[in-house]
């Protein structure tokens, strides 16, 4: 990975060891290395059936400034003109990248006639990784990807675990100047923290209903930083409705 300057090596237990006792020897043999199971990350919510463009009230007439990227799965092939990275070999191709994205253009032409300068869509989603999940060496590809690109602010709408290698990916994308927003997930409100929401350095944002209520399922805790319309919300729906 360019960004950190290491490698990432995925890992079988060897036969007739648990995962737990395979775990123990990679520690011991590689005490400084951030080793952890590879968890899986599942999206923070349903995606449409299918996706149409964003719908734009106002003219675009600006760019933003640096570069936007969006960690995510996605169905389509290049979302608002923008293309779509495959970083693993079986995309499940599930649209929940789709509408963020959809969502992310429409809101900024609506509200501030602007387009980003550029969007890096990375899709991370695999079919072996439980259908429309990823797993961390996905994650942190992605992140290397992102911070040798220099992009200034990623989105992801992504939970699980906490690792470590993930941890450290996020520690060195931040340190680069990365701001990361994340979804706190739905677990509801005695799940305890997801990351990379939970993270120290990422902005967590929890889910509100339309009249501003939090979210039955949303997570909730000093890890959540802000909170955004997620309920009966889409890439169609007109900025403020």
């Given at each position: 990975?360019?960004?950190?300057?290491?490698?990432?090596?995925?890992?079988?237990?060897?036969?007739?060891?648990?995962?737990?006792?395979?775990?123990?020897?990679l520690?011991?043999?590689?005490?400084?290395s951030?080793?952890g199971?590879?968890?899986?990350?599942?999206a923070?919510?349903?995606p449409?059936v299918?996706?149409?463009?964003?719908?734009?009230?106002?003219?675009?007439?600006?760019?933003?400034?640096g570069?936007?990227?969006?960690?995510?799965?996605?169905?389509?092939?290049?979302?608002?003109?923008?293309?779509?990275?495959?970083?693993i070999?079986?995309?499940?191709?599930?649209?929940?990248?789709?509408?963020?994205?959809?969502?992310?253009?429409?809101?900024?032409?609506?509200?501030?006639?602007?387009?980003?300068?550029?969007?890096?869509?990375?899709?991370?989603?695999?079919?072996?990784?439980g259908g429309?999940?990823?797993?961390?060496?996905?994650?942190?590809?992605?992140f290397?990807?992102?911070?040798?690109?220099?992009v200034g602010l990623?989105?992801?709408s992504?939970?699980?675990?906490?690792?470590?290698a993930?941890?450290?990916?996020?520690?060195?994308?931040?340190?680069?100047?990365?701001?990361?927003?994340?979804?706190v997930?739905?677990?509801?409100?005695?799940?305890?923290?997801?990351?990379?929401?939970?993270?120290?350095?990422?902005?967590?944002?929890?889910?509100?209903?339309?009249?501003?209520?939090p979210?039955?399922?949303?997570?909730?805790?000093?890890?959540?930083?802000?909170?955004?319309?997620?309920?009966e919300?889409?890439?169609?729906?007109?900025?403020?409705?």
């Open positions: 990975l360019e960004s950190i300057g290491s490698v990432v090596a995925r890992l079988r237990r060897p036969e007739g060891v648990s995962s737990s006792q395979a775990l123990d020897m520690r011991t043999r590689e005490p400084a951030p080793s199971y590879n968890y899986i990350y599942r923070t919510g349903k449409p299918a996706t149409d463009p964003p719908q734009l009230a106002r003219t675009t007439t600006a760019k933003t400034d570069t936007i990227g969006v960690i995510d799965g996605f169905a389509a092939d290049t979302v608002g003109g923008w293309p779509v990275e495959r970083l070999d079986k995309p499940a191709r599930v649209a929940h990248g789709d509408a963020v994205t959809g969502i992310l253009l429409r809101d900024l032409a609506n509200a501030y006639r602007a387009r980003p300068d550029k969007l890096i869509l990375l899709d991370v989603m695999s079919e072996s990784a429309g999940a990823a797993d961390v060496s996905a994650l942190v590809v992605a290397d990807r992102l911070v040798t690109a220099h990623v989105n992801l992504l939970a699980g675990p906490d690792q470590p993930l941890r450290r990916a996020i520690a060195q994308s931040t340190r680069s100047g990365m701001i990361i927003v994340a979804a997930g739905n677990g509801g409100p005695a799940a305890p923290p997801a990351f990379p929401a939970a993270y120290d350095g990422v902005v967590g944002v929890a889910a509100v209903d339309t009249v501003g209520k979210y039955m399922y949303s997570g909730r805790g000093p890890h959540v930083d802000i909170a955004a319309l997620g309920v919300v889409s890439a169609t729906t007109k900025s403020g409705e």
